[in-house]
């Protein structure tokens, strides 16, 4: 009997996350499917990805590239708009873009005697255009979420960590329970 619980606990761990990663991914085409009004499953989905493929050949192409770069200007100059594009933007840069910002991994003492501490990424090394000369600029991304926060610490409190971002933020994410170098 205690046999057959470890092979059950055994084949939970490998087919529970498989199957929630199915779940999750049947849900999200299952969506984009919906979104266009298409009814065979994945159409939708390869609807999208063929969509933003042309969109960043016409990007990327000479004389079409300079009308998508005229539509961003506009879109950065309407009130609203600028902040959800911009800020969507600059996310996205910040993750898969030319122009990576989650590349340094650092521990920040949260306590005067640094027994305290959180494990985020520098966004800005330098804020004296804001006033806070020594500061920088540490988001801490949250457990099971996109979401996190944005810290202002002064530059003393921050310590590199010698391990490959992407870890990090997978340790981050999992809420500690992910390894290194998976």
Do not use: C
Request: net charge neutral; charged share 15%.
């Amino acid at each position: 009997m205690r046999r057959m619980v470890r092979y059950f606990v055994q084949g939970l761990l490998i087919t529970a996350p498989a199957a929630v990663t199915i779940w999750f991914s049947w849900v999200a085409i299952r969506w984009v499917d919906g979104l266009l009004g298409v009814s065979f499953p994945g159409a939708g989905l390869l609807a999208t990805v063929v969509f933003v493929i042309f969109v960043g050949a016409l990007a990327s192409n000479y004389l079409t590239g300079s009308i998508v770069r005229s539509l961003e200007s506009l879109l950065e100059r309407v009130p609203f708009v600028r902040l959800l594009y911009t800020s969507s933007k600059d996310l996205l840069n910040a993750f898969v873009g030319e122009e990576r910002r989650f590349t340094e991994a650092v521990r920040v003492a949260l306590s005067e005697d640094g027994a305290v501490s959180a494990l985020g990424f520098v966004t800005s090394e330098s804020l004296g255009d804001l006033g806070l000369a020594g500061y920088i600029a540490v988001y801490l991304p949250l457990s099971y979420s996109i979401a996190g926060h944005v810290i202002i610490v002064p530059a003393s409190r921050v310590t590199p960590v010698s391990a490959d971002s992407a870890d990090v933020m997978a340790f981050i994410v999992s809420g500690g329970v992910s390894r290194a170098g998976r």
